[in-house]
T-cell receptor, first 111, second 114 residues
Framework: TQLLEQSPQFLSIQEGENLTVYCNSS?????LQWYRQEPGEGPVLLVT?????EVKKLKRLTFQFGDARKDSSLHITAAQPGDTGLYLC???????????FGQGTRLTINP | DAGITQSPRHKVTETGTPVTLRCHQT?????MYWYRQDPGHGLRLIHY???????DKGEVSDGYSVSRSKTEDFLLTLESATSSQTSVYFC?????????????FGPGTRLTVL
């Protein structure tokens, strides 16, 4: 079973600070996705990275896929209270038609 | 937002009773998935479907069965609910199973088994 480990599991910081969330595995994935989930709702896709070393930016969020396609990171610059939520990474298992999810990082941005 | 609804949204039941959760989509997507979400475990795949009457098991399928008799509906059944099946259940849909495919999630069903 492929396993995706996210760290940290909980993070509470002040508005304006920067942060990085990591998603690591010993397995190779054909792509890595990041989702954000708010209380009482389903996850919503933020980004998909496909190529090893790929970097994608979404406003203040920067996503990177590791060169070996085993890990990914999410960096938020100048965090805002609206960034608060549960962030989930998920890897597509090649040839298996399914996603494997990490445990999630619960992020709280304090005003 | 993708047209996905789940019913019921909340349910409390007793150990040993059967429970069926419904996922309905209006997007005509081929792939449908059932996940459960528990603290510290993220989302874990229970079963998925790759077409009408075509289903397969996920990583936590024991105690669950599914059916898909038409494209828009995917049912998850707990034949005899146990307390360990207390969880939040999410349905997701996708039009592809490729590495770049996006999954769209429903709002979830919170199930409590007493």
């Amino acid at each position: 079973t492929q396993l995706l480990e996210q760290s940290p599991q909980f993070l509470s910081i002040q508005e304006g600070e920067n942060l990085t969330v990591y998603c690591n595995s010993s397995s190779v994935f054909s792509s890595l996705q990041w989702y954000r989930q708010e209380p009482g709702e389903g996850p919503v896709l933020l980004v998909t990275v496909v190529t090893g070393g790929e970097v994608k930016k979404l406003k203040r969020l920067t996503f990177q896929f590791g060169d070996a396609r085993k890990d990914s990171s999410l960096h938020i610059t100048a965090a805002q209270p609206g960034d608060t939520g549960l962030y989930l990474c998920a890897g597509w298992v090649q040839g298996a038609q399914k996603l494997v999810f990490g445990q999630g990082t619960r992020l709280t941005i304090n005003p | 937002d993708a047209g996905i609804t789940q019913s019921p949204r909340h349910k409390v039941t007793e150990t040993g009773t059967p429970v069926t959760l419904r996922c309905h989509q209006t997007e005509n997507h081929r792939y449908m998935y059932w996940y459960r979400q528990d603290p510290g475990h993220g989302l874990r795949l229970i079963h998925y479907s790759y077409g009408v009457k075509d289903t397969d098991k996920g990583e936590v399928s024991d105690g669950y069965s599914v059916s898909r008799s038409k494209t828009e509906d995917f049912l998850l059944t707990l034949e005899s609910a146990t307390s360990s099946q207390t969880s939040v259940y999410f349905c997701a849909i996708s039009d592809s199973a490729s590495g770049s495919a996006s999954q769209y999630f429903g709002p979830g069903t919170r199930l409590t088994v007493l």
